[in-house]
């Protein structure tokens, strides 16, 4: 007769690549029973949708006096064309010009499979494995008489596509894409909020599921594998399930060394998952058994400091002044200064979308005005070296009349997930 495994052992089995027999990894599967896919009424984003951003791309492309942009496989050709896509040494690239159709570059034998995501009305070119593939981009600014304004490169395109379409039209200039890109991006629609909204309740589901789950002589890792596994059946795609115990929650992505929950030990997690392209970002931090006066001191100045961020967030104010209001409030209650420790060390939060991380972010010295339609994360933590560590993110978008939580944050470390 068997011995009957311990929940943490199954969990870690749980946890294992596929290295073990399929009823024995079957066997070891945490009960996620009680759990169903709560994404059911998710919208994809349309075809309605991408025409109003290449719109919205060809205006903006106008303003700045740009002819076309130049986009590398990545969130932002997904945003504007559909096609998803992995880099390689391989060029494949979508250029949106500043009128008529865009157009998709990519290798001959390549061409069936770009198809098969291709969202938007596009001119396909291809090019042999003995061809340059920027001169065939070369080739379609000429045939748009386009080679006479500036060339929108965007932010993250690799140096070879930039100095390959310098090297295959001289005379053209190269400038920045971040007024069209980011002009785009950052402003979410109401589709793409929805969107965001469905997978931050996936993250708090898994959370109500995964907290009261959590026992003594856990792994950080061993808890990351039961978040991701209820994110997965409640419908998402797990980005990242980080849980950090004890010291290493000290360290805002935690530390190589292997914590076990004890009582007094403080667990910080920082999870994420997608929905149809959309992303969360949420983060909970709780002590397992009793809290020390310092624990609960820590917790509730950052739950104070995400309401200060939150206060501070209004239309048209610097991105960087929600940061200043943080610390300014942290520096009062002795922590810093500045990004001093022990205080927080990390910005209080990043701009959000199809990316985790996205332009721009909430650190001192943005300029950038808040406006509708931006998404941020706010995660003003403190963290004590040699310690522990207290983070609690929820992200908020912009409205006429202010932020609006996806998810609201937690009031009491007794009610940690909220």
Known sequence: MQTPLSRRALIAAAALPLLVRPGLLRAAEPDLSGLHDITGGAVPIGPEERARRLARAQALMKASGIGAILIEPGSSMVYFTGVHWGRSERLTAAILPVAGEPCIVTPFFEEPSVRETLAVPAEVRVWQEDQNPLAVVAAFLRDRKLTGRPVGIEETARFFAFDGLRKALPAIRLVSANPVVRGCRMIKTPAEIALMQVATDVTIAAYRWVHPRVEAGMTGAEIGALMSAATRKLGGSPEFSMALVGEASAYPHGSKQVHRVADGQVVLMDCGCTIQGYQSDVS????????????????????????????AA???????SIDDAVRRFYESEGYGPGYRLPGLSHRTGHGIGMDGHEPVNLVR??????????CFSNEPGIYLPGKF?????????????????????PKAIEAPIG
């Open 365 to 374: 010295g943005e300029a950038t005005p808040l406006a509708p339609g931006m």
């Open 314 to 320: 209004r239309i048209g104010a610097p991105a960087g």
């Open 389 to 409: 560590g207290i983070r609690i993110e929820d992200c908020f978008h912009m409205t006429d009349s202010g932020p609006v939580w996806f998810s609201t944050p």
């Open 284 to 311: 909970r931090t709780w002590v397992h058994g009793s809290a020390s006066a310092e624990q609960r001191k820590v917790w509730d100045t950052v739950a104070r400091g995400q309401q200060v961020a939150r206060g």
